[in-house]
């Protein structure tokens, strides 16, 4: 990995910490510059080890969904911009579907798919969905279809990334799907503490899963990219 290259990862890592620094100290206001800077930072990191192969469509989507999730930061900075960033980080989640499915073996082939057994090997994501939603339901209001709009696509980013086992190399799909996955528990965790019970911690385990989930899905595709299958 060039040297240049590392120092993006750096300015990621301090920008995280700092992030999360303010929000343990109270410090929203110099959150206007340190969140932004989690997403600019891997943005830089992931431009420059695609730029031999930044017309294609995996890294176009990769980035369209790091340049969305970056608006959504943006955006969910504000309480009342909240349905925009919802719409932002929407995007950014089909993009990683894209992504993922672009990023495999066979991606569109259906014929000798067992649905039944797929259904099940994705139940314990639908379940925490469900769950999700059902805490959240009562004091959704006009956001319930938006919201269902958002779970269905989260869902779904989650679930191709399982879809990815054993169509790639086995390092690129564990970094993809725990990626997948802590973004999944970000959003629950976000759901949880805005529409049911908010608690002092959330903050922190929110930004902390979301930075990992980010960081490792970006690392994944670069280990597909390195190494395909």
């Excluded at 303010?22 to 943005?43: D, V, W």
């Excluded at 930044?54 to 790091?66: D, E, F, N, Q, R």
């Excluded at 995007?91 to 073996?105: D, E, G, T, W």
């Excluded at 086995?170 to 970094?175: D, L």
Aim: charged residues 10%.
């Amino acid at each position: 990995m060039k040297k240049k290259n590392i120092l993006w990862l750096y300015l990621f890592l301090m920008a995280t910490i700092l992030d999360m620094t303010f929000l343990i100290e109270g410090l929203n206001s110099y959150r206007f510059f340190s969140k932004p800077l989690i997403l600019m930072s891997l943005i830089g990191y992931f431009f420059q080890i695609t730029r031999p192969i930044s017309w294609t469509l995996l890294s176009k989507s990769v980035m369209g969904a790091l340049i969305f999730s970056l608006i959504g930061d943006i955006l969910l900075l504000w309480d009342w911009l909240f349905i925009y960033g919802l719409g932002a980080f929407f995007l950014a989640h089909i993009c990683y579907i894209i992504a993922f499915k672009v990023s495999q073996k066979n991606p569109g082939r259906i014929l000798n798919v067992n649905f039944v057994e797929l259904f099940f090997y994705n139940l314990p994501i639908y379940i925490a969905a469900a769950f999700v939603f059902y805490l959240i339901n009562p004091t959704l209001g006009t956001l319930k279809f938006p919201v269902i709009a958002y779970i269905i696509v989260i869902v779904s980013m989650v679930t191709t990334a399982r879809e990815r086992f054993k169509r790639c190399n086995m390092e690129s799909f564990w970094q993809v799907f725990l990626g997948a996955f802590l973004f999944f528990i970000s959003d629950g965790i976000l759901a949880i503490s805005k529409f049911y019970q908010d608690f002092p911690e959330s903050g922190v385990l929110i930004m902390g899963t979301y930075a990992t989930a980010q960081l490792l899905i970006v690392m994944g595709i670069r280990s597909h990219l390195i190494r395909p299958y």
